[in-house]
């Protein structure tokens, strides 16, 4: 359980902060700027949350993700450690969490339309900020992959997986939440290719 009583401690006024082990690195290193932008994702779902609110069944999706990406920190966190190393078991994405995730999408786009375009970010409140949610998810997965190329085998398997579903998730949840389940949300916004020549 992690205990926060104090929340500046200063350890981080020149310009270093400390993984899970305990080892401080660089603020800029890109272990930090990966999960630091999983924390931006969060936040971003945060505010998506705000506008599809109404709709349980997606609300309880997104509050398991944004657990979920506290697991991803943990993980992005404590690099390729063992439990003999550290003295406790390491969080780490499972592939169950992959799993769930393939079915939650399956569920968002069992009745959604074809597509028949590029979908632009757009239609509802709810619709914009899921894709900003996504386009900051892509963004997490591109610096875990620049991590895994700089450091290999020192980020998981089931948590590059997971990176890459979350965000095909988001781009489902934002068509579902275009279309809405009662039919009267407004559709995808597609694409016109070199509608404004």
């Not at 780490?92 to 969490?97: L, S, T």
């Not at 450091?151 to 579902?176: C, H, I, M, Q, T």
Request: net charge negative.
């Amino acid at each position: 359980m992690v205990t926060l009583n104090r929340i500046y401690t200063r350890t981080g006024d020149k310009g270093t902060t400390s993984l899970a082990t305990g080892e401080r690195v660089p603020k800029h290193t890109l272990r930090i700027e990966s999960y630091g932008t999983v924390d931006e994702t969060n936040a971003a779902i945060g505010i998506a949350r705000l506008a599809t609110a109404d709709d349980a069944r997606l609300d309880a999706m997104l509050s398991r993700i944004q657990n979920d990406l506290f697991d991803l920190g943990a993980d992005l966190a404590t690099p390729g450690k063992t439990k003999e190393e550290l003295g406790y078991e390491p969080l780490r994405i499972v592939e169950a969490q992959v799993t769930r995730l393939e079915h939650e999408i399956d569920t968002l786009n069992a009745n959604l339309a074809p597509l028949r375009s590029f979908v632009l970010p757009g239609g509802t409140a709810a619709a914009a900020h899921l894709h900003l949610a996504r386009a900051i998810c892509r963004r997490a997965e591109r610096l875990m992959v620049a991590l895994e190329t700089a450091e290999p085998g020192l980020v998981s398997e089931p948590a590059l997986k997971y990176v890459n579903r979350l965000s095909d998730f988001l781009f489902v949840a934002a068509r579902y939440v275009n279309w809405a389940p009662d039919g009267r949300g407004p559709g995808d916004v597609l694409w016109t290719p070199g509608a404004n020549r």
